[in-house]
């Protein structure tokens, strides 16, 4: 089982950055493919970024390639993400997710395990 806890969201302006965090736990932590994905109210769960853990290769979507970043420590079992140059429409809830496997996927349907969310709001 894997237990994730997202959180650093928050109010930011925009052309603004934010950094988010997730916490995970369990047995194979630091054999997961660990993503970020994004979710407007009454739309579908998007994806945004997700990183390997073998060889470190990472993915993005192409609304946010070049402005997010996103990092992991396997020593401490976190996965983070840099949001620079926020505009109203990254405005979201932001879960993070792992996968067992090393494909650095983009579809919300090859994630197994899904934290609880945190609030990312920008203002124009």
């Known amino acids: 089982q894997v237990v994730l806890l997202a959180s650093g969201g928050g109010l930011v302006q925009a052309v603004g950055s934010l950094s988010i965090s997730c916490a995970a736990a369990?047995?194979?932590?630091?054999?997961?493919?660990l993503g970020w994905f994004r979710q407007l109210h009454g739309m579908v769960r998007e994806f945004v970024a997700a990183?390997?853990?073998?060889?470190?290769?990472?993915a993005y979507s192409d609304s946010v390639k070049a402005r997010f970043t996103i990092s992991r420590d396997n020593a401490k079992n976190m996965v983070y993400l840099r949001m620079n140059s926020l505009t109203p429409e990254d405005a979201a809830v932001y879960f993070c997710?792992?996968?067992?496997?090393?494909?650095?996927?983009?579809?919300?349907?090859?994630?197994?395990?899904w934290g609880q969310g945190t609030q990312v709001t920008v203002s124009s």
């Open positions: 997710a792992a996968r067992r496997g090393t494909a650095v996927l983009a579809t919300r349907e090859s994630y197994e395990y």
């Open positions: 990183h390997g853990w073998s060889g470190g290769s990472t």
């Open positions: 369990g047995r194979t932590v630091s054999t997961l493919v």
